[in-house]
């Protein structure tokens, strides 16, 4: 079974802090996502990965960076956290660019920033 | 812009089959049509996808209007596990990312 996994569950953050999340898939699939999910608005992409170190904007990037510096590994970054950045995080992965295959998603982070 | 129309809700009873619609009038020849599902607490799960042709997985059956302009997820015999929001989406080919609305939300009736 297609597994991916994030860093955390549940996470609480302070304004202005630097946070990470992580997303791990274990299917060496090649394209990676971020999407954020809010009561109301769905899921919305932030940001898109197909290769290594290749990254593209989603439909809501600003506020939020990537790093993906392995295959498996993909990483969101808040470089200040605001509280309208709270939000449930969703990572997601899947086979190759130009395909429309089926995403595989994480449980989630449910992030909270004060 | 999901460019997919759902009912916000549905119920169904247990055991019976529920028939979830969705409507996707401006599709284009080369559009898959993808559905997903988010069980509580949960992220999003692949159902089924197809293009023209009805498709028959384990866990669903998709039947594609002759004219692609509508679609309908089939659960056969709905169980209290399959109580979820379920997502149509629009995929374009060759389209990596998906395009969620917000869905409908099924409960199912014991």
């Known amino acids: 079974d297609v597994k991916v996994t994030q860093s955390s569950r549940y996470l609480v953050k302070r304004t202005g802090e630097k946070v990470f999340l992580e997303c791990v898939q274990d299917?060496?699939?090649?394209?990676m996502f971020w999407y954020r999910q809010d009561p109301g608005l769905g899921l919305r992409l932030i940001y898109f990965s197909y290769d290594v170190k290749m990254k593209e904007k989603g439909d809501i990037p600003e506020g939020y960076s990537v790093s993906r510096e392995k295959k498996e590994r993909f990483s969101l970054i808040l470089e200040s956290a605001s509280t309208n950045q709270t939000s449930m995080y969703l990572c997601?992965?899947?086979?190759?660019?130009?395909?429309?295959?089926?995403?595989?998603f994480g449980p989630g982070t449910r992030l909270t920033v004060t | 812009d999901a460019k997919t129309t759902q009912p916000n809700s549905m119920e169904s009873n247990e055991e019976e089959p529920v028939h979830l619609p969705c409507n996707h009038s401006t599709i284009s020849g080369t559009d898959y049509i993808h559905w997903y599902r988010q069980l509580p607490s949960q992220g999003p799960e692949y159902v089924i996808h197809g293009l023209t042709s009805n498709v028959n997985n384990r866990m669903a059956s998709l039947a594609i209007a002759e004219d692609r302009k509508s679609s309908t997820l089939i659960l056969h015999r709905a169980t209290l596990r399959d109580a979820a929001v379920y997502y149509c989406?629009?995929?374009?080919?060759?389209?990596?990312?998906?395009?969620f609305g917000t869905g409908t939300r099924l409960t199912i009736i014991p």
């Open positions: 997601a992965s899947s086979y190759p660019r130009g395909s429309s295959y089926e995403q595989y």
């Open positions: 299917m060496d699939h090649e394209n």
């Open positions: 989406i629009r995929v374009p080919f060759g389209n990596e990312k998906l395009t």
